[in-house]
């Protein structure tokens, strides 16, 4: 008995302390949140932020087309024979009127030689006949001969001249087609392929024909818009020129160009009308079947207020922004942003030009948070 009244109070000493102790603990803990909820309206949040400012904005539709020749010629052979001779390489650039092809010659050469024979034999035929007519006629009022034999003579004279007017068209034919035989380039392109080599036997009728040339200056640039944006584009061709920009693959400086076509009808199927556009393409770096970026300018907006688009963020009450204050403080402000533009956004209504808006950090804001810019995000 006296060894259990002497270690009871030891016991019950450590008890208490380890209760003093677990009370101290969440004493701490319920001051410490305590502490944390009443201190984070005043905790500094770091933020990237930007100024709102006043500038022109273009109006513009952005699409992916493709691009065309301005002109595609299947070059064909319209005699037939052998090809003797190819002036050019593929993929050279001809101009118009240049020799591309040479067939043989010989035998259209021998064709005109026999027109012109038969034309010289008709035309002396054709002579001797008006001479006969002339010298009958005399004849046929003192009545040494009779008026049918005058008739049959005036009437072969006739005919001997429509054999002429055909000789002279069989020697026009024989001469071209002794022309064809040097084909010539209709304009100044770009060759393709070669589709016939030097020995072989071309057609007229060959459909395949000799080789392409397309037209590369200019060229065409064809696109689809939806048809939501047919109204627009239309008002704005009724104002003027269409201004187009051509951004090729490879990037770099645009190409500039005009709407030149608007599709008569909206397809049906995707809801999408077609359109073309022209550019010069001097420099021949657009080329046909290329797939290129195009930029479609319809209109200026002058004097828009221009935020960077991360700016802009979406919450249960629609888009809003949070615009630094004077006091380094942050506030709520429910906006209506209008079209973008190379990562910028319009603010339609809701900022003012000369504000400062959050834009990166807004996960740990809420209204009236302090905030230290950290960052200065390029005004647009």
């Known amino acids: 008995m006296t060894l259990f009244h002497i270690r009871f109070p030891r016991y019950r000493a450590m008890g208490m302390a380890l209760s003093l102790g677990?009370?101290?603990?969440?004493?701490?803990?319920?001051?410490?949140?305590?502490?944390?909820?009443?201190?984070?309206?005043?905790?500094?949040?770091?933020?990237?932020?930007?100024?709102?400012?006043?500038?022109?904005?273009?109006?513009?539709?952005?699409?992916?087309?493709?691009?065309?020749?301005?002109?595609?010629?299947?070059?064909?052979?319209?005699?037939?024979?052998?090809?003797?001779?190819?002036?050019?390489?593929?993929?050279?650039?001809?101009?118009?009127?240049?020799?591309?092809?040479?067939?043989?010659?010989?035998?259209?050469?021998?064709?005109?030689?026999?027109a012109e024979a038969h034309l010289d034999r008709d035309r002396a035929l054709a002579r001797k006949a008006a001479e006969d007519s002339r010298r009958y006629a005399e004849l046929v009022k003192k009545q040494y001969i009779t008026q049918e034999q005058y008739d049959a003579i005036q009437a072969s004279a006739q005919s001997l001249e429509a054999t002429v007017r055909a000789d002279e068209a069989a020697v026009d034919g024989a001469r071209l087609?002794?022309?064809?035989?040097?084909?010539?380039?209709?304009?100044?392109?770009?060759?393709?392929?070669?589709?016939?080599?030097?020995?072989?036997?071309?057609?007229?009728?060959?459909?395949?024909?000799?080789?392409?040339?397309?037209?590369?200056?200019p060229v065409f640039v064809a696109f689809s818009v939806p048809e939501q944006d047919l109204a627009r584009i239309r008002r704005a061709m009724a104002a003027g020129p269409v201004?187009?920009?051509?951004?090729?693959?490879?990037?770099?400086?645009?190409?500039?160009?005009?709407?030149?076509?608007?599709?008569?009808?909206?397809?049906?199927?995707?809801?999408?009308?077609?359109?073309?556009?022209?550019?010069?393409?001097?420099?021949?770096?657009?080329?046909?079947?290329?797939?290129?970026?195009?930029?479609?300018?319809?209109?200026?907006?002058?004097?828009?207020?221009?935020?960077p688009a991360q700016a802009v963020q979406a919450g249960q009450q629609g888009t809003f922004v949070y615009v630094v204050k004077a006091d380094r403080t942050v506030e709520f402000r429910p906006v209506k942003p209008g079209i973008g533009l190379d990562g910028f956004l319009v603010i339609e209504q809701g900022v003012a030009a000369g504000e400062t808006v959050v834009t990166n950090g807004h996960l740990r804001l809420t209204p009236g948070a302090k905030v230290a810019v950290t960052e200065e995000t390029p005004a647009p």
């Open 22 to 114: 677990a009370l101290g603990f969440l004493t701490l803990t319920a001051c410490s949140d305590k502490a944390d909820r009443g201190g984070k309206g005043a905790e500094t949040v770091p933020v990237s932020a930007a100024a709102a400012v006043r500038r022109d904005v273009p109006v513009q539709i952005k699409a992916v087309g493709h691009v065309e020749a301005s002109t595609t010629v299947t070059v064909k052979s319209r005699v037939d024979g052998m090809l003797e001779h190819v002036h050019i390489r593929e993929g050279s650039t001809v101009g118009e009127g240049a020799l591309l092809f040479e067939i043989d010659a010989r035998p259209y050469k021998a064709a005109l030689a026999e």
């Open 177 to 217: 087609n002794l022309e064809f035989c040097a084909i010539r380039s209709p304009l100044a392109g770009r060759a393709g392929d070669l589709l016939v080599r030097e020995g072989n036997l071309v057609m007229a009728a060959d459909a395949r024909g000799l080789v392409v040339i397309n037209r590369l200056r």
């Open 243 to 307: 201004p187009v920009e051509i951004t090729p693959p490879e990037g770099g400086p645009p190409s500039a160009g005009s709407l030149k076509f608007l599709d008569n009808t909206v397809d049906p199927a995707t809801g999408s009308i077609q359109i073309k556009a022209v550019l010069p393409n001097e420099d021949e770096r657009l080329w046909p079947g290329q797939f290129v970026t195009v930029t479609l300018t319809l209109s200026t907006l002058p004097g828009a207020v221009v935020v």
